[in-house]
């Protein structure tokens, strides 16, 4: 089968597009996905594709959009929602912890729902369009949590989380929507929820990441190989539930551990694969265990400040010489 | 029911329903009557929220929907899951943290439901259950049933966004939905007068494109025949419905509360105006039912109470050991 | 203003507010053009949102209120800003990210306000400033100032739970706010079809036991007139009440969005409605002005904007090393 | 000057009474805190003291209620508003993360206000009045976020909050409302906001807890002291900015670290609280850092269930053995 070149928006796309084929009970809906396509174009042509029946447009409304689509998923439709920007999800925040995250566990009637969010900055987006809220998500039971660096991942993502009986938090980073292209299937596999990939080998440390941050670590690991140091790179690709497994043999091949990513540092995500790391590898570990994250301020909206906001491969390179050094 | 039992009794196409709400509502208020008691017996875990003096509503809709139609019922509607046909037995079992009982001790009190007869067990977050009714309503739709739904909703949860995001979405996609608001006069401890200004709160309809109504909540045999007109309106027309019930919160908001807040004056009205009393006194009067009738049927319905109270005490708690099964759904 | 330059010019006591107005107007106008082309230009971080078309709404409401009212403007309300006392210059500095703007570079485009003229800068969340406004205003007034409250809203944002919520506490707590809904016709790419379904959205001022009145959004001399009235009714009474202002999204919901989804015919309608031009034709066809007068006024303007450019571009960005500074006020 | 008793909720509404005497600027609303006292009678005859002008109820609006408590702030108010159970912030959870962390570094606008929210279970509440939210409020930039185990501290630490000029989450413990008792003096001092308090001292581990966990720490390390082990038990009292000197110092001193919450595990403030010492202090760890949580379950109804969801003295002082050992 040939393979054709997408970026991480048209892989998303096109997983879509397979959903909506192959599943009668999938329903695409949000603000103006509709004819539109949706803010970053995600669901161009599906609406006439697939109709308006399966493929609409709805009111400004988030609690209402995740509230029906925790009602469709109750009765059966794998509803895919689009919240236009994660930032916008802190106004229904209740439909998805209490709501979709509680309710199997009280009733044993699956919500099996799909969140799409855009997350992420480094566009001039400002402190309410380029939030990265993964932990807020991560820390609520009952719910999943998936976020993909690469387009044969956003795709095989798509899938699994649409397919799961779970409420999943789909998140998408709009740094790579059209920053990374990948040669892929025209449709593909599944890729299984749950399971972390090793992006690039290495002894001498390990970055556990995902995200926009998987590329500013493979970008530093890249810069330090030149003096010598070997660094793997952990794609985590879903975040609840994480991959333990492949955490801790990536702690015991190498005793040093960094995590990166682009969300606020206290109570983030990071802090979390520390824990575990310290709690579970900490005969395997040479080194305190580094975090590199966002400092705990709004997302700026100046060039300038954004830069020295997101942990760049700089950052990193340093941090990583340092860690490596220890 | 036995109406037939006495010769004078009269009948109409309307008895039987009658009859049957009467039942709904006497289990309601008689199972509510023993939780009360339980609770300051101290013998229930958490709270007790009643729905005494609100039984109409909640009965007269729950045997009016068809099987198909959906159903998000609030805090005092003990009566839509009786009615459409959770037993007593559950009730107590939910309120007993029984593993035997809906959400399997999961759950408390007024928290449960039942997917199999339509009935969604709400999340406390007053509003959050009504876009999940919308939903529910377009999926069963595009499955190709002809469902509707019925919602109720507090005063109180009237001023949360969730109300307004949830009625207006379900006009906009044409949802059919009764959507009914239960004016009990108070929410918690704060009296309508604080929770909104328009006169009524039947002028929301308009802003929502809707039809709106006002229904006397505590009149069984005027509120069936109002329902089932305006439920005709809504399955041909596919458009939602706003329907303010007026009605009165007959005890404290759940029963750690006295509600020494409220008037007696007013409780004092609604209590002439009870909805069992009034449906009882309808029957008798046209002889629908003889007073050994209604007697037998209330005392039927206590059985069925007495019973289910044992039965749910005799039964498990869940273990500990499952605390965390089903958190998530396997495939 | 010069008005009184050449001879033929008849005046009246609105004249001097009206040629305000479209001094604003005119700022507004020029500096959203001119940053329309400077994103086109690539020469913009981030996006581009203009008011284009709907300046009236804006102009007028920031000229009739007193030094003590509070605005709470929304994306399209560049006229608001200005009309308040915001220089063009700190407008170009908030878009520019220059350290010497309204917010420092920590916020763009239209997320800007100054308190000292009573402005609110808004957050991105539909309605979510509503009921900052709401508590801004009874503050105000417990602190013993006579302000009242001008909310704007566009038609998706009525859609928001915290619409509902905000204009419902006004009401319950009599706030004096004006609620101006600015129905331009679109929500980003989404007809005001698919928003709500009442005739006019002036249909949910009953619901919160409000006046409501609607109004053409773009002809300032009747906007100004009614505004008035009604604000002397607002601060009489201390009620809340909603204008819903008709008016057209003249460009994409940002410059990213040609709008190709919006039908000609309505932007072309619309364009014979520009509030500039009708504002302007009323000035020249009764002698308030003539056309040099506005020539002049519209030089001015667009020198404004020229300096105001050329000075932010040669102002600072931020330091990276203050990234850090102001997180938390210092006591 | 006499101190008298007063139970964990007396202090709040003490504090409440001072600061609505000594500070014209403090209004104090929310559902129910009225007339009627609050759901838990923290407000009991405020409102007949302070009037309805200063003292009152409002609508079930939580995004109105916080908006307009930020707006108020902005003007010099310094509003406290109770939110009837922290679950229910979360349908307004924007006002806070969006609307009030940002607006100080956007405008330079303080907002001093304070959100008093009773969190917590142990009493049947079930899924929806019970949670333990505070990582997702540590999680956010501009907030800062106290959490008292006693009354004394209780107090301190609203009047510290309502004095902040920045947005203050007051979280509150129902476990704790009546049954924690305290002789504190009429009115007392300020407890300053990010300072941590030894509650034992103990050079064979370290427990880092706050609010009810505090007790059930201090439970625990006297159970265990029968056995010869003295384990130290921090009271964070502050969960941001959370005091980090204490903290590395009673690392430094017992080497062995667990963390106690009542919140869920994964995403936690436990992590970060690990994570911190796993960067900070990993030269002085002589063990893994422990976490006893609850686990990540909406919280169950049936006490039973809760038996087991709640950590218990049981389990802290068995964990605590088995860190000592390690
Ligand atoms: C969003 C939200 N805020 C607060 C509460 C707490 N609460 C539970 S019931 C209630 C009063 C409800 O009043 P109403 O809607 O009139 O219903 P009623 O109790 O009168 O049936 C409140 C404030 C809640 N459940 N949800
Ligand atoms: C709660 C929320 N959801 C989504 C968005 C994304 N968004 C920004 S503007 C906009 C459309 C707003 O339409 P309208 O309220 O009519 O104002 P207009 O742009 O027409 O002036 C949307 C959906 C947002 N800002 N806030
Ligand atoms: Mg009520
Ligand atoms: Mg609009």
């Known amino acids: ?326 | 029911m036995n109406s037939q039992a006495t010769k004078k009794i009269k009948t109409n196409t309307s008895v039987n329903i009658w009859l049957r709400i009467l039942k709904t509502m006497f289990l309601g208020r008689l199972t509510e009557e023993r939780l009360v008691r339980l609770y300051h017996q101290g013998k229930i875990f958490g709270g007790v929220y009643t729905g005494i003096g609100q039984e109409a509503i909640g009965a007269v809709s729950a045997h009016i929907g068809t099987p198909d139609d959906l159903y998000a019922p609030a805090i005092r509607n003990v009566t839509v899951h009786l009615g459409r046909g959770t037993k007593v037995l559950d009730v107590f079992r939910q309120y007993l943290g029984r593993v035997t009982g809906p959400t399997r001790g999961r759950d408390g009190n007024v928290h449960y439901g039942e997917m199999d007869k339509g009935v969604f067990a709400m999340v406390s977050h007053m509003g959050a259950m009504l876009s999940v009714l919308v939903g529910g309503v377009m999926a069963r739709r595009r499955l190709g049933k002809s469902t509707m739904g019925f919602a109720y909703i507090g005063d109180g949860a009237s001023s949360t966004g969730d109300f307004h995001e949830a009625l207006n979405f379900a006009s906009v996609f044409d949802v059919p939905i009764l959507f009914m608001i239960e004016n009990n006069h108070y929410a918690y401890s704060t009296p309508k007068e604080f929770q909104y200004r328009c006169q009524s709160l039947v002028e929301k309809a308009c802003g929502y494109g809707m039809e709106g109504l006002e229904v006397d909540g505590n009149d069984v045999i005027k509120l069936y025949d109002q329902i089932k007109i305006i439920l005709e309106k809504i399955r041909k027309n596919n458009r939602p419905v706003l329907l303010v019930c007026d009605t009165m919160r007959m005890r404290g908001h759940g029963e750690h509360d006295d509600a020494s807040y409220v008037p007696k004056e007013l409780l004092l009205k609604y209590k002439e105006k009870d909805p069992i009393h009034l449906l009882k006194k309808h029957l008798l009067n046209n002889d629908f039912a003889c007073e050994q009738d209604l007697k037998k049927l209330e005392k039927e319905c206590l059985d069925e109470i007495n019973q289910s109270y044992k039965k749910a005490l005799s039964e498990p708690m869940p273990s500990p050991d499952d605390l965390l099964e089903g958190v998530y759904a396997e495939d």
Chains 1, 4 share one sequence.
């Open chain 1, 1 to 326: 089968m040939p393979k054709t070149e997408m970026t991480y928006i048209d892989a998303i796309r096109s997983g879509l597009d397979h959903l909506l084929k192959d599943h009668k009970d999938v329903v695409v809906y949000g603000q103006d996905v509709g004819a539109f396509g949706g803010a970053f174009k995600a669901t161009l042509g599906l609406q006439e594709k697939y109709g308006t029946d399966r493929v609409f447009d709805t009111p400004i409304s988030e609690s209402a959009i995740l509230g029906s689509a925790i009602g469709m998923a109750m009765q059966g439709l794998r509803p895919i929602v689009e919240v236009q920007f994660v930032d916008f999800i802190t106004t229904a925040f209740h439909q998805i912890l209490n709501n979709a995250g509680t309710t199997y566990y009280r009733t044993k009637i699956p919500v099996p729902m799909t969140v799409r969010a855009p997350c992420g900055g480094g566009f001039g987006g400002g402190p309410f369009h380029s939030e990265e809220l993964e932990n807020f998500f991560c820390h609520i039971p009952g719910i999943k949590v998936v976020y993909p660096a690469y387009p044969s991942d956003a795709r095989g993502l798509l899938y699994s989380a649409v397919l799961d009986p779970n409420p999943v938090i789909f998140l998408e980073n709009k740094f790579l929507y059209r920053r990374i292209k990948e040669f892929i299937l025209p449709k593909g596999e599944a890729v299984p929820i749950g399971v972390a990939q090793i992006r690039r080998t290495g002894n001498d440390a390990v970055i556990l990441t995902y995200g926009a941050m998987v590329h500013e670590s493979l970008h530093a690991a890249e810069q330090i190989s030149a003096e010598g140091f070997e660094v793997m790179v952990v794609d985590l690709r879903t975040l609840k539930p994480y991959d333990i497994d492949a955490i801790l043999s990536a702690v015991a091949a190498t005793n040093r551990v960094m995590v990166v990513h682009e969300a606020w540092k206290t109570g983030g995500f990071g802090a979390e694969l520390a824990a575990l790391v310290a709690e579970h590898a900490f005969h395997l570990l040479d080194a305190p265990i580094v975090r590199i994250t966002a400092p705990d301020c709004p997302v700026p909206f100046s060039p300038e400040l954004e830069r020295v906001y997101r942990p760049s491969v700089e950052k990193i390179s340093e941090a990583l010489l340092d860690l490596i050094n220890y």
